[in-house]
């Protein structure tokens, strides 16, 4: 005699469900998982966006766009008052904190692009101070900035209940590189973030000389030098480049240049003899064989100085996290700079650097990037938002 057993279909259609149900709550554990770090993503696409002067998708702004208000303030700190600027995210006075230092400009937290891209990051939810460095608005890179960098990440530390972001750009970045390194000021940061910065000053001041920087592989990075660079640095000793009686008159023909002040410079100009006006017409041009000259015997006699304000020899002890970013046609500083402070930080310390061709020194203006290269900035900036939104300011596990 013989049985035809049938399957129980009532045991496989609860095994279907229960795994079907352990799928939809892996699926959503997952989900709410990661999607903070999904909404850094559609944060960093607002603020690109914004930054280049284009319109935010409507689906993108939904999730991560809100109004911003703008408060001016004094920062008291001990080497004297700081002028700057907080952007606050309207509704979340307690939003994370993150300092964004203005790069060589003058001027300084009232340059267009600093305060659209404050502005942009402020409508992602943080909370941005932009402190003023006059030092800096100048066309001055000196220690005095230092100070005053470690200072106001102390003010803004002390403010929040906990060490802040700080981004700095340009010759800025390199500078709070160095503040960060100082133990006095070291609690205070929570991560730097360098956009376009040096590593070594005396490298860069070489560049401007010869249009080469050696990477740390060996190969010269070749790309001629923006006039903007040599200009720097003969305003910085421009009493090693012109005879004493010359410095007070050719100082305000190179600042109006610098400064773009063409109102300015017919004015200063117009002070200047023959003899000075041919000296004034050589150093505008920073590739002419004497002024090349006198660039490399600033450099050398202003070694010391250079070296202090050099991030490269104190990078391998750095303990808190660091995020570069450079441009890869940057020709003001070049993206070996970059290069070189990525292979000196430890690599616990280093969270990710990237060399993009979307950015030229701290513009959106590199060319036609594609797709590939519009998203590794896009996740670069992801990074970042993550490390504003999280405690120790490391990059996420994903």
């Known amino acids: 005699m013989t049985t035809d057993r049938k399957p129980a279909p ?7 469900i229960l795994l079907n149900a352990l799928a939809g709550a ?5 989900l709410l998982a990661t999607w903070p ?16 002067g284009k319109p935010v998708p409507a689906l993108v702004g939904d999730f991560v766009s809100q109004p911003v208000r703008t408060q001016d303030l004094t920062l008291h700190v001990a080497s004297g008052d700081v002028r700057s600027r907080m952007y606050i ?6 939003a994370p904190a993150l300092i964004v230092l203005h790069g060589v400009h003058h001027l300084g937290i009232d340059e267009p692009r600093l305060m659209a891209f404050a502005s942009a990051m402020a409508s ?3 909370r941005v101070l932009t402190p003023e460095l006059p030092d800096i608005m100048d066309y001055h890179v000196g220690a005095a900035s230092i100070k005053t960098i470690g200072e106001s990440a102390q003010w803004f530390a002390q403010s929040t209940g906990g060490p802040v972001g700080v981004m700095g750009l340009s010759f800025s970045g390199g500078l709070a590189l ?14 730097i973030f360098a956009v376009g910065s040096q590593d070594s000053m ?12 050696l990477r740390p592989n060996g190969p010269e990075e070749l790309l001629p030098a923006h006039e903007y660079g040599p200009l720097v640095i003969e305003y910085e000793y421009v009493q090693d480049f012109v005879p004493p009686q010359d410095v007070d008159v050719i100082r305000p023909v190179l600042r109006a240049h610098l400064y773009e002040d063409k ?12 003899a000075q006006k041919a000296e004034a017409k050589e150093l505008m041009d920073g590739y002419s064989p004497r002024t090349r000259a006198l660039i490399a015997a600033a450099s050398q006699k202003h070694t010391s100085d250079m070296d202090e304000l050099s991030p490269g020899p104190l990078l391998p002890r750095m303990t808190i996290p660091v995020y570069l970013l450079h441009g890869e046609a940057d020709n003001i500083i070049p993206s070996a700079e970059t290069l070189w402070m990525a292979k000196e930080l430890p690599a616990e310390t280093l969270q990710a650097v990237l060399v993009s061709r979307v950015i030229s020194h701290i513009d959106m203006d590199g060319g036609n990037p594609g797709l590939a290269e519009q998203w590794r900035l896009i996740h670069f900036f992801a990074l970042i938002m993550h490390a504003v939104n999280t405690p120790n300011g490391r990059k996420p596990w994903l």
């Open 178 to 191: 160095i503040a960060a390194s100082d133990p006095q000021y070291q609690s205070a940061f929570k991560f």
């Open 202 to 213: 005396s490298r860069v001041v070489q560049y401007y000389r010869t249009g080469a920087d």
């Open 263 to 274: 109102a300015a410079g017919a004015v200063a100009e117009a002070k200047l003899s023959v």
């Open 124 to 126: 992602c939810g943080i």
């Open 37 to 52: 770090f999904l909404k850094n993503h559609l944060q960093a696409i607002a603020i690109l966006q914004q930054v280049s």
């Open 10 to 16: 009532t045991r496989t259609l609860q095994q279907r």
């Open 26 to 30: 892996g699926i959503l554990i997952f």
């Open 89 to 94: 995210p309207t509704g979340k006075p307690n």
